[in-house]
């Protein structure tokens, strides 16, 4: 029997009630940020997700081998991912090999998922931003022969960031899904959710990257607006005649679902059809003190200092302020009118910076609310377990 409880899928879905007091911020537990099997790493060490998204087990495992034993100055030395230099040894450089040969040979989602690995989490350190883009090419790659697809080029306060549309078959106009991952996972690992779960109910797909990450590298959420971007595809969306305006789903993982919960909470105007919030952190994880964020991942810290526009040397003092900006309570995502957009839910049932009590606190504005939760440690259930389920409930979402 599966360790993950998973409902099953009509046009109503099953909702958990859980009596989960919510922990304080003080409470949050960084050990528990990452799976027990993650190890000591300064990276997440997923080999089971790589694999789900394109890669190659052994040759997965031969560059962790080579990772591990090489020789080098270590920015930490208990952690082997660490050496400095780019050079055979280097976590970068590795992946980056690994990508360089998996393109060669034509293995595109392989060397989509080695490339985009080699750059997380994107904090500009050397070699990253080439292989995200290179990451990217890939990407195109792959896509050729599978669906129509196209990058575009959409503005924001004066600057542009580049989305990805993807088209199923058919003549169209389709439901869009504007999706994007957190602050360390860009939009190129999300391909697998297309082609293998919404492209096959017709549901059209336009990814993006959170504020600060890759192609949306010229903005950063610094005014604590995770949702700017996805605002600036969702009226691009209205406005496509491939796409059905009123049928626009939303949906962010991770710190995404933080700016899915804003997009539900805060702009009821859009008439979405439907919002996916999964695992986001919401409003006590904000409000920490700077000891307990010096003792979450540095992997994670780093992403997030870099999509706030902090060096990664600063202070854990500035850091919790910077983020207090972040708290969703504060900006009345906990009160108001109800709200009457479908709202699907979806979390583990410990993860540590998405509470289920705090995600309670905002499912209960809503009227047209599904919630699921994975019994599964760490921060967000897997892309395999929650992808089928979630394109599912999109389907089952659709207005006529």
């Known amino acids: ?74 920015a930490n030395p208990e952690q082997p991912d660490t050496i400095r230099a780019f050079r055979p040894g280097n976590w ?36 990253m931003a080439e292989a995200l883009e290179n990451a990217r090419a890939a990407y195109a790659r792959a896509m050729e022969g599978v669906a129509t697809y196209e990058e575009i080029q959409l503005d924001r306060d004066g600057h542009s960031f580049t989305a990805h549309l993807h088209l199923p078959a058919g003549a169209g106009p389709f439901p869009v899904l504007v999706f994007s991952n957190g602050s360390d996972m860009s939009s190129v ?30 903005f950063d959420m610094a005014d604590g607006q995770s949702e700017k971007l996805h605002l600036a595809a969702i009226d691009w969306a209205k406005s496509d005649p491939r796409l059905q305006n009123n049928n626009i789903f939303a949906q962010g993982v991770s710190f995404g679902g933080h700016s899915a919960a804003r997009l539900w909470a805060l702009h009821p105007e859009l008439d979405l059809a439907g919002v996916i919030y999964t695992c986001g952190p919401l409003h006590a994880p904000f409000l920490a003190s700077a000891e307990v964020y010096a003792q979450l991942p540095q992997f994670t810290t780093d992403g997030l200092k870099t999509r706030i526009g902090l060096p990664l040397d600063a202070s854990w003092e500035t850091f919790a302020d910077k983020v207090r900006v972040f708290a969703v309570g504060k900006s009345g995502a906990f009160e108001g009118d109800p709200i009457t957009t479908p709202l699907f839910a979806v979390t583990t049932h410990n993860d540590p910076v998405a509470p289920l009590a705090e995600m309670s606190k905002l499912t209960e504005r809503g009227t047209d609310v599904d919630t699921l939760v994975f019994h599964e440690e760490g921060h967000c259930p897997e892309h395999k377990y929650r992808e089928p389920v979630i394109a599912a409930w999109i389907a089952s979402k659709v207005r006529p």
């Open 1 to 74: 029997m599966s360790k993950h409880a998973l409902i099953s899928l009509g046009v109503a879905l099953a909702m958990f009630t859980m009596g989960t007091t919510a922990p304080s911020a003080q409470q949050m537990d960084g050990s528990m940020f990452r799976a027990i099997g993650d190890g000591d790493w300064y990276h997440p060490v997923e080999p089971d997700n790589w694999v789900y998204l394109g890669g190659e087990e052994d040759e997965i495992m031969e560059v962790l081998t080579r990772i591990e034993q090489a020789e080098g100055v270590r």
């Open 92 to 127: 970068v450089y590795e992946f980056s090999a690994a990508g360089d040969q998996a393109m060669a040979e034509g293995r595109y989602r392989a060397a989509i998922t080695y490339y985009h690995t080699a750059a997380a989490p994107h904090s500009n350190q050397p070699g």
């Open 189 to 218: 690992l999300a391909m697998t959710y297309f082609t293998e779960h919404l492209m096959p109910k017709g549901i059209a797909y336009l990814s993006i990257d959170m504020p600060g990450l890759g192609r949306s590298g010229a």
